[in-house]
């Protein structure tokens, strides 16, 4: 009879064991990927930014060269003030947006040219 106790024991022991391994591998398991969740949330809210910014001064550099390019084919006096007005605001809204970036040295670029 006390040998069956001590068997008892020992496999009781072992499930208990083996509940802490596994509970303590569900916290660790829970606790990393909240980690990661919030990193994920972190890194979406700057790429988004990031890429709300990018793709807003892209607009204003096709905009800033496709008036430059019709105000060079434009023969009218009246036409090209209307694009040299066009210029002037996209140039503005390109120097507030992106100044020092890639797209700001293409800018510079362009307009030197």
Not at 70 to 89: C, D, H, L, P, R
Not at 105 to 111: A, E, G, H, N, Y
């Given at each position: ?61 096709e905009r800033y060269v496709s008036s430059a390019f ?21 140039r503005k809204n390109d120097d507030a947006m992106i ?15």
């Open positions: 009879m006390v040998e069956q106790l001590q068997d008892r024991v020992q496999v009781c022991l072992i499930v208990v064991l083996l509940a802490v391994v596994n509970i303590g591998s569900v916290w660790f398991a829970a606790h990393s990927m909240t980690a990661i969740d919030e990193d994920r949330d972190d890194l979406v809210k700057r790429v988004d930014g990031s890429t709300a910014l990018v793709n807003r001064a892209s607009r204003y550099v019709q105000m060079a084919a434009e023969v009218t006096e009246g036409n090209a003030v209307k694009f040299v007005a066009e210029i002037a605001s996209s100044p020092g970036t890639e797209v700001g040295k293409f800018l510079d670029s362009v307009r030197a040219a």
